[in-house]
């Protein structure tokens, strides 16, 4: 086969790496999940430190992601990460997982959000949030498509508008302490059950951090990326985490912690105290924001892994194709725009079946987490003459503690999900059938995509 015509080229800056991390992290989730996180909380202090605590344990695997990315940039990430640790038999499995339901999945279900939202303001009729969705996926594939540029430009002003919506809730709950004081009013009948649960409730608010890793999958085109990457994650995080902190501060402030859990849309109560209606308008722009963001991306990452995948794989090799013109993995983002649209079409006709398959890829995903954590380990025995811009602080400490979370991380979505698992489960072994059939090329391909 034909090697591919372009690799990536550094031409992201920092400030564009740290729109792509805290625009995939700050998406819906916050407006919608601290209930859930409320109703498994014992008391308002519990529910904070929740969000304190999801914060620090997301430095603690920056911290490892950064070493991995300075020494190994590759816009395959986790994928090159894995592949170097353990080969290609398993990093194929995990780039079968990432296309067909972790990357995609998201996607589609980001799309479901945005077209929900988007729906509230401008309904196109019976399937109106389907059709949004699916000009969603479309949209974004094709601007991505256009160039790098396009794409991170878009993506600048987008994350933009994210922050700026986080902080609007967070600047009107302040404004509703102030008129009517400290005493929260609930605004649900709910309240948190006799038992609270540490597990689930860390395992929404991780979900609500995740997507920071995706960093790595821009390593190889970020400018002097061993220098600034560590830099650009860690400010990513930390900004995420005060917004986190201070947006949950405000729901627990106004709607006191039996008034978030029982509450279905907090942001929109909160928006509602302090607005009156028009709240419930502008948190419908916010929340439809949030999903654009971070659906945008998710497609721009997702893309570089599809990428990595096909140049290891004679049969894929169609997702190994760099445009020099665009700068962008044009293989790779239309076959993950395929993907993303069959499961959008999927979740038209069977709404709350596609919305319990996403949500049961997280076994899957905390899984190829804990693998990547220990994959340092991995690395620093097999590889101890690489150069390594940046080290993880207090090794072997602070990978091992990355390791045990993601470890109790994979066993509390284990015990969530029950017997949902086996989705997953079902679509590594899909994947693990498809071994036989399509098998990697031997070794590790360093000069297609990694900075030397």
Known sequence: ??????????????RDAMAIIVGIVVGAGIFRTPAVVAANASSETAALLAWVLGGLISCVGALCYAELATTYPHAGGDYHFLTRAYGKRLSFLFAWARLSVIQTGS???LAFVFGDYAS??????????????VLM??????LNITGVRQGTGAQNVL????VLGVVAVIAAGVSVIAVSGSSPTPAGNATPPSSPSFGLMMVFVLLTYGGWNEAAYVSAELRDAKRTMAHAMLRSILLVMVLYVLANWAY???LGLQGTAGSSAVATDVMRRAMGGIGATVISVLVAVAALTSANASVFTGARANYAWGLDVPRFGFLGRWSERSGTPTGGLLVQGAVALLLVLLGTLTRKGFVTIVEYTAPVFWFFFLLAGVALFVLRRRDPNASRPFRVPLYPFTPLLFCMTSAYLLYSSLAY???GALVGAAVLGAGALMLFVFSPRPGVRVHAGEIA
């Open 107 to 109: 996607i589609a279900l």
């Open 137 to 142: 996926v479309v949209g974004l594939t094709l």
């Open 159 to 162: 994350t933009t508008l994210e």
């Open 417 to 419: 999900t029950g017997i």
């Open 1 to 14: 086969m034909r090697p591919p015509r372009g690799i990536p080229t550094q031409t992201l800056r920092v």
């Open 252 to 254: 627990l402030s106004v």
């Open 120 to 133: 509230e303001l401008l309904s196109l009729g019976p399937n109106s949030a389907g059709l949004y969705a």
